[in-house]
């Protein structure tokens, strides 16, 4: 069975950042990519902005908030199964956030971006992290 480009998923990632680090969170092992490390996001709800998606997502999958920040380059991404338009956002926690929990991930990291090579990233991700670092290499004083 082919994938047609409108069978594509949209689907939001956060780069929550907090002290030149970055929050990852693992997969659980019974999911697609069981155990493999993602930025935290899902699926856009009809009628969502990806921002609107983005924060219903943070409140459901970390019980927190955050602050949106700026849009990374969006990429496509096709799995054997599915097709997934990645929305990725850096962001911050609220100021009135509760810290993140793992709601629906086994657990959850603040790493460097040097550490982000030490982990399993859902390969989707891979191009977010490669546009993430050259953000960041484009930014002083970081």
């Known amino acids: 069975m082919s994938l047609s480009p409108t069978a594509a998923l949209s689907v ?3 780069l929550i950042e907090r002290e030149g680090r970055i929050l990852i969170a ?3 092992a019974h999911k697609h990519l069981g ?3 993602e930025f935290p996001g899902g699926k856009k709800e009809d009628g969502e902005s990806s921002e609107q998606a983005l924060r219903r997502e943070m409140a459901e999958e970390l019980r927190c908030k955050i602050q949106v920040l700026e849009a990374l380059p969006p990429s496509r991404h096709v799995y054997p199964t599915m ?3 990645l929305l990725p956002f850096v962001a911050v926690l609220a ?3 509760a810290e993140p929990q793992p709601i629906e991930h086994l657990a959850i990291k603040w ?3 040097d550490e982000l090579d030490r982990h399993t990233l859902a390969p989707a991700d891979l191009p977010v992290v490669a546009s993430y670092r050259a953000r960041r290499a484009h930014l002083p004083g970081i």
Do not use: Y
Request: charged residues 20%; glycine residues 0%; neutral net charge.
């Open 83 to 85: 097709v997934i338009d």
């Open 26 to 28: 693992q997969r659980p």
């Open 95 to 97: 100021k009135d956030s």
């Open 12 to 14: 939001v990632c956060a």
């Open 35 to 37: 155990l493999c490390w």
């Open 111 to 113: 790493v460097t971006l």
